[in-house]
């Protein structure tokens, strides 16, 4: 599905000024008309993916029970 300039800020929760930066700068593909860009929004989806196991990585680790306090003590 192909979505305006427009309407990739609103699903990226960008401003428009930075997604239009991000396609000059070849950061985000996007196909010209002629009058606009078209941004082909699968291209997100490997972005997306990447960040929720990246948060469930980061929960994962946060969950994890500290270990028992290995108090070694010296008694010479």
């Given amino acids: 599905m192909y979505m305006t300039i427009q309407e990739t800020a609103e699903f990226l929760g960008m401003p428009v000024q930075q ?15 002629g009058e606009q860009f078209f941004i082909n929004q699968s ?3 490997n972005y997306f993916n990447e960040l929720e196991t990246l948060k469930k990585q980061i929960e994962d680790y ?3 029970p500290i270990p028992p306090d290995r108090d070694i003590k010296d008694e010479d």
């Fill in 19 to 33: 997604v239009q930066k991000y396609v000059w700068e070849g950061r985000i593909r996007a196909v010209h008309d």
């Fill in 43 to 45: 291209q997100f989806d």
């Fill in 62 to 64: 946060l969950n994890e």
